[in-house]
């Protein structure tokens, strides 16, 4: 079964909007990730955030770990039309080797 | 760096044949990762390597899938006798130890099986 679980599976906005996206996991981990598809290409990562840290920056994209709640949030503000793509986010397990399972991903679309 | 390798791209077999999806990791990482994408499953982890060793293979469907890792620079996924279910995309990605475990993916290879 999979490790995380996106909220919403499919977001549609402006150009210009802000995007949220949530995640949720089952098991402790070492880290989550967030990853980026565009169609017909492979994943490409985009944010780590490790399991003692609370935020993290990069560019227009933030990205919150809540470990009590076992969720993660991924905010890409400013969206522009090249957004446009799947965001999964994935866990990292130390099973004796690091162990990495994704999420079902959301679809966002920006509208230009 | 060239990124990870994979090949074919596109692939399109009848269904009982034998099926070899091949993978060349980026130089110096130590885990490599097979995952098979599809639109009812998502993005599964079939098996990963570390060090050319299999660690953990439990995500392999069934006794038709196989893997291998011979050595640093090569793997392949094979699939035998192959069934239109398993029709899919194949991602295979590598990572190096110490760094997050960043993750990063070839391209795909397209399989359709008809």
Redesign the interface.
């Known amino acids: 079964s999979?490790q995380g679980e996106e909220d919403p599976q499919a977001l549609s906005i402006q150009e210009g909007e802000n995007a949220t996206m949530n995640c949720s996991y089952k098991t402790s981990i070492?880290?989550l990730?967030w990853?980026r598809q565009n169609s017909g290409?492979?994943?490409?990562?985009l944010i780590?955030i490790?399991s003692n840290e609370r935020e993290k920056h990069s560019g227009r994209l933030r990205v919150t770990l809540d470990t009590s709640k076992k969720s993660s949030s991924l905010l890409i503000t400013a969206s522009r039309a090249a957004d446009t793509a799947s965001y999964?986010c994935?866990t990292?397990v130390n099973?004796?080797?690091?162990?990495?399972?994704?999420?079902?991903?959301t679809r966002l679309f920006v509208k230009a | 760096d060239a990124g990870v390798i994979q090949s074919p791209r596109h692939e399109v077999t009848e269904m009982g044949q034998e099926v070899t999806l091949r993978c060349k990791p980026i130089s110096g990482h130590d885990y490599l990762f097979w995952y098979r994408q599809t639109m009812m499953r998502g993005l599964e982890l079939l098996i990963y390597f570390n060090n050319n060793v299999p660690i953990d293979d439990s995500g392999m469907p069934e006794d038709r899938f196989s893997a291998k890792m011979p050595n640093a620079s090569f793997s392949t996924l094979k699939i035998q006798p192959s069934e239109p279910r398993d029709s899919a995309v194949y991602f295979c990605a590598s990572s190096l130890a110490g760094t997050g475990n960043t993750i990063y993916f070839g391209e795909g290879s397209w399989l359709t099986v008809v």
């Open positions: 999979q070492n880290n990730q990853y290409r492979g994943l490409v990562h780590l490790r999964f994935a990292g099973t004796g080797g690091f162990k990495t399972i994704f999420g079902a991903g």
